[in-house]
């Protein structure tokens, strides 16, 4: 009875204006951008969303950034474990010398290119260029001849990793008396085979001083 009721006290005129605005009301809620300004809507799609090509020019520019800095990042990370293990080999130097000291005996330090091997030749000569050593074994030497025996106990053993090596630039072998002093001195350097440049070092002094040196080639 109302909607009869309304229907007939509205005139055409009316009821025309009341169903306009319904359908543009509907329409707005359906299509907001055709009904308010177009370059407010382009602007609203350009915050909402990314095109292909401005998604592919990111792409581009993030592989281009890494593509230089990766080799930078991964030159780093290598001196930074050159440096390390350096500081590991002059540990071991040290407790090498002190155990020569307390135990009265004369403790050798031999290096050896097997990974994994206990048995080590400290008397290795190279005609040749020095090779890279990547282990490390040091020894009490009761009777002074650089070559462990049965008899005589290993102190330390450890390898560096695959990617590094050792050089001394006196064989590969190394020996502190009972008085902590030792006639080989040296230089030992550690070294990255992978990239040409000069490794950190340590200088063995005649009175057994270990102290860390300025870099040195690998193969002097």
Not at 20 to 45: E, G
């Amino acid at each position: 009875m109302v909607i009869q009721y309304l229907s007939e006290q509205l005139t055409d005129k009316q009821a025309l204006a009341v169903t306009i605005d319904l359908n543009v009301k509907i329409s707005r809620h359906r299509y907001p951008c055709r009904l308010i300004n177009q370059n407010h809507c382009d602007i609203r799609r350009r915050f909402l969303g990314t095109s292909l090509l401005e998604l592919l020019l990111v792409v581009v520019l993030i592989s281009i950034t890494a593509a230089i800095a990766w080799p930078a990042w991964q030159h780093a990370l290598s001196r930074q474990q050159l440096l390390e293990y350096r500081q590991v080999l002059q540990q071991n130097l040290q407790a090498a010398r002190i155990a020569a000291i307390q135990q009265q005996y004369s403790v050798t330090i031999c290096l050896g290119q097997a990974a994994g091997s206990t048995s080590v030749d400290c008397h290795t000569s190279h005609s040749h260029a020095p090779p890279l050593y990547n282990n490390v074994l040091v020894f009490v030497d009761y009777n002074s001849d650089h070559q462990r025996q049965t008899q005589e106990p290993i102190l330390q053993y450890w390898e560096l990793p695959a990617s590094l090596g050792l050089h001394f630039n006196r064989g590969n072998w190394l020996n502190f008396t009972p008085a902590g002093t030792t006639a080989r001195t040296g230089t030992f350097v550690i070294c990255e085979p992978r990239y040409h440049y000069n490794g950190p070092s340590i200088k063995i002094s005649s009175g057994g001083r270990i102290n860390h040196a300025k870099e040195q080639p690998c193969n002097a």
